[in-house]
């Protein structure tokens, strides 16, 4: 289902992408989604950051921000990017 959305609106709309991806997640399971599903989900956020549009790197660091409940691990190697980003945007919600 994710690669369908993915190919619907992923090129196109990016921003609008990223909000269901950031909303999808919410329903995975409690215990934290399976392996395969998480590495979608942070491969996705991931190359998201590099995104031109702060809304979707804001989109992006909310599944990361997730995922840091479950491991933070695997977070951990894009701090220094996100932090790089936080610094050099004037947009407000990525700041925040």
Same mark, same amino acid.
């Given at each position: 289902?994710?690669t +369908? &959305? +993915?190919e619907?609106?992923g090129?196109t +709309?990016k921003?609008a992408? /990223?909000?269901i991806?950031?909303?999808?997640?919410?329903?995975? =399971?409690e215990? @934290? %989604? =399976?392996?395969? &599903? /998480?590495? /979608?989900?942070? #491969?996705? =956020?991931?190359?998201g950051?590099?995104?031109?549009? %702060?809304v979707?790197?804001t989109?992006?660091?909310?599944?990361?921000?997730? /995922?840091t409940r &479950?491991?933070?691990e %695997?977070?951990?190697?894009?701090?220094p !990017? &996100?932090a790089?980003?936080? #610094? !050099?945007s004037?947009?407000?919600e990525?700041? @925040?």
């Open positions: 289902m994710l +369908k &959305i +993915k619907k609106i090129i +709309k921003d992408y /990223f909000q991806l950031s909303r999808l997640l919410l329903y995975e =399971a215990e @934290g %989604p =399976a392996l395969e &599903i /998480f590495s /979608f989900y942070y #491969k996705e =956020a991931s190359q950051l590099h995104s031109s549009s %702060p979707t790197r989109k992006c660091l909310s599944i990361l921000s997730y /995922f &479950i491991d933070v %695997p977070i951990l190697p894009l701090l !990017s &996100i790089k980003l936080c #610094k !050099s004037d947009y407000w990525l700041k @925040g």
